[in-house]
Protein backbone atom coordinates (compact mmCIF):
# COMPACT_ATOMS: atom_id res chain seq x y z
CA UNK A 1 0.00 0.00 0.00
CA UNK A 2 1.24 3.32 -0.66
CA UNK A 3 0.53 7.06 1.56
CA UNK A 4 -0.12 10.48 -0.21
CA UNK A 5 2.36 12.77 1.72
CA UNK A 6 1.42 15.88 -0.31
CA UNK A 7 2.04 17.25 -3.66
CA UNK A 8 2.72 14.49 -5.74
CA UNK A 9 4.68 11.90 -3.01
CA UNK A 10 3.60 8.59 -2.59
CA UNK A 11 5.90 6.50 -0.22
CA UNK A 12 5.32 2.68 0.50
CA UNK A 13 3.90 2.18 3.50
CA UNK A 14 6.29 -1.13 3.99
CA UNK A 15 8.95 1.48 3.57
CA UNK A 16 8.11 3.39 6.51
CA UNK A 17 9.57 3.70 9.95
CA UNK A 18 7.76 6.90 11.46
CA UNK A 19 5.57 9.93 11.31
CA UNK A 20 6.51 12.58 13.57
CA UNK A 21 4.92 15.56 14.62
CA UNK A 22 7.32 18.58 13.75
CA UNK A 23 6.37 20.39 16.86
CA UNK A 24 6.44 18.21 19.45
CA UNK A 25 9.16 16.32 18.30
CA UNK A 26 11.56 18.80 17.82
CA UNK A 27 11.81 20.19 21.44
CA UNK A 28 14.26 17.41 21.59
CA UNK A 29 17.61 18.40 20.73
CA UNK A 30 18.50 14.78 19.38
CA UNK A 31 15.20 14.70 16.85
CA UNK A 32 16.66 18.11 15.94
CA UNK A 33 20.45 16.87 15.27
CA UNK A 34 19.04 14.06 13.40
CA UNK A 35 17.26 16.70 11.06
CA UNK A 36 19.91 18.97 10.77
CA UNK A 37 22.40 15.95 9.79
CA UNK A 38 19.44 13.88 7.51
CA UNK A 39 19.34 17.49 5.45
CA UNK A 40 23.09 18.10 5.37
CA UNK A 41 23.58 14.53 3.38
CA UNK A 42 20.97 15.21 1.23
CA UNK A 43 18.43 12.93 2.98
CA UNK A 44 15.35 15.47 3.48
CA UNK A 45 12.68 15.52 0.55
CA UNK A 46 10.53 18.79 1.03
CA UNK A 47 7.09 18.25 -0.28
CA UNK A 48 5.36 20.91 1.68
CA UNK A 49 4.43 24.04 -0.22
CA UNK A 50 2.76 25.40 2.85
CA UNK A 51 4.03 25.33 6.64
CA UNK A 52 5.06 21.94 6.95
CA UNK A 53 3.97 19.87 10.06
CA UNK A 54 5.01 17.08 10.35
CA UNK A 55 8.16 13.95 9.16
CA UNK A 56 7.91 11.03 7.63
CA UNK A 57 11.15 8.77 7.50
CA UNK A 58 11.77 6.26 5.38
CA UNK A 59 14.18 2.85 4.81
CA UNK A 60 14.11 2.18 1.30
CA UNK A 61 15.01 -1.24 -0.15
CA UNK A 62 18.49 -0.49 -0.62
CA UNK A 63 18.82 0.30 3.54
CA UNK A 64 18.96 4.39 2.73
CA UNK A 65 16.86 6.31 5.01
CA UNK A 66 14.52 9.32 3.35
CA UNK A 67 13.34 11.61 5.78
CA UNK A 68 10.21 13.32 3.70
CA UNK A 69 8.58 16.90 4.69
CA UNK A 70 4.67 17.15 4.58
CA UNK A 71 2.32 20.12 5.45
CA UNK A 72 -0.11 17.29 6.31
CA UNK A 73 -0.55 16.73 9.88
CA UNK A 74 0.41 13.72 11.78
CA UNK A 75 -3.08 13.07 12.80
CA UNK A 76 -4.17 13.19 9.57
CA UNK A 77 -1.39 10.89 8.00
CA UNK A 78 -1.90 8.49 10.86
CA UNK A 79 -5.35 8.12 10.02
CA UNK A 80 -4.61 7.30 6.70
CA UNK A 81 -2.19 4.46 7.23
CA UNK A 82 -5.15 2.77 9.53
CA UNK A 83 -7.42 3.49 6.80
CA UNK A 84 -5.46 1.86 3.98
CA UNK A 85 -4.77 -1.17 6.23
CA UNK A 86 -8.50 -1.91 6.41
CA UNK A 87 -9.18 -1.86 2.79
CA UNK A 88 -5.96 -4.26 2.74
CA UNK A 89 -7.86 -6.66 4.67
CA UNK A 90 -11.05 -5.99 3.46
CA UNK A 91 -12.17 -3.73 7.11
CA UNK A 92 -13.22 -0.43 4.63
CA UNK A 93 -16.64 0.89 6.32
CA UNK A 94 -16.88 -0.97 9.31
CA UNK A 95 -16.68 1.24 11.95
Known sequence: MYLHL???TVIKMDEMIGIFDL????IS???RQYLSQAEKTGRVVNVSMEMPKTFV????????????ISQ????????????????????????
Do not use: H, P
Open 57 to 68: VCCGEDGAVTVY
Open 23 to 26: ETST
Open 72 to 95: ISSATLRKRTRFLEGISLGEAGKG
Open 6 to 8: GQD
Open 29 to 31: QIT
